[in-house]
């Protein structure tokens, strides 16, 4: 059995916590890998992010950040996410009890009984291009925010006009996103246990009310304006287009697996600024 671990950057007790459960999984027949970062810092062999979906059971240690990252690179495999005290939604398991927990889980995998949740990602494509999947939110919008940068949009849902306004940009987030770059722009807190997707215009002149629709829906932007416009996953991927275009975001794409029945949402709230 293989388990990555990713820990968050530039943070000692991240990294110092990986090596003690890379030392506790090698005690029980267990291959433990790290990031490449992390590598650096302690005795233990590496595995590159987009290989993590080559493991067992991924360890993300560190916030929601960590896992997400993590999570590119995972695909159908697993992660369980170790809380180092930021707002951690998805990161359920604190450092004091960061052994037991992967211990349990390795057993679980071993005897075929993990409990896992599943959460939507989403998918962004145009003509020729596809941005890798996001887990928190997708944003078409034109080439800089703020008055003077206006674009032209058209959303569509399933086919069906949605709405039609000058914008900074659409935004659609999973119910994992939208306690992140949902929030600020007004859109609504969803329960990650809520099958369903966000639609929220952003900084709109006729504004429409943020849309909540099935998770299975497809959504159409059409995007013009003077110069050109971007498309952002999740403030980490990003494509720049040609105006006019038409952007399709679904979550058809492979979800997040975590090795959790639950999800801190609650507890994490507190939190929020």
């Avoid at 991240?14 to 650096?40: C, G, M, N, Y």
């Avoid at 959303?155 to 994992?176: F, I, L």
């Avoid at 600020?184 to 009310?209: F, I, N, R, Y």
């Amino acid at each position: 059995m293989k388990v990555g671990i990713v820990a968050q950057r530039n943070n000692k007790p991240a990294a110092a916590l990986a090596e003690v459960i890379a030392r506790t999984l090698s005690k029980r027949d267990v291959t433990p890998f790290v990031d490449q970062t992390t590598a650096r810092e302690v005795d233990v062999p590496s595995i590159p992010t987009p290989e993590l979906d080559t493991c067992d059971l991924v360890v993300s240690i560190g916030g929601d950040g960590t896992l997400l990252y993590a999570a590119r690179g995972a695909g159908v495999t697993p992660i369980l996410g170790v809380n180092l005290g930021q707002v951690g939604f998805l990161n359920t398991t604190p450092p004091e009890e960061a052994v037991e927990k992967i211990t349990e889980a390795v057993e679980a995998i071993r005897e075929g009984d993990l409990s896992v949740m599943t959460l939507p990602r989403l998918r962004a494509s145009g003509e020729g291009w596809e941005l890798p999947p996001a887990t928190n939110e997708a944003v078409v919008m034109g080439a800089r925010r703020g008055h003077g940068n206006e674009v032209h949009v058209e959303v569509r849902v399933d086919g069906n006009h949605y709405s039609e306004t000058e914008a900074d940009g659409v935004m659609v987030a999973t119910p994992t996103g939208s306690s992140a770059y949902n929030l600020s722009e007004s859109g609504p807190l969803v329960h990650p246990s809520v099958s369903g997707l966000v639609v929220t215009e952003m900084c709109a002149d006729d504004v429409m009310p943020s849309l909540v629709i099935p998770t299975d829906s497809e959504i159409e932007v059409d995007i013009d304006g003077p110069a050109h416009g971007n498309v952002i996953c999740d403030g980490r991927s990003r494509r720049r287009i040609d105006l006019p275009t038409s952007v399709s975001i679904s979550a058809k794409t492979t979800p997040i697996r975590l090795a959790s029945s639950r999800v801190e949402f609650y507890s994490a709230l507190d939190k929020l600024e």
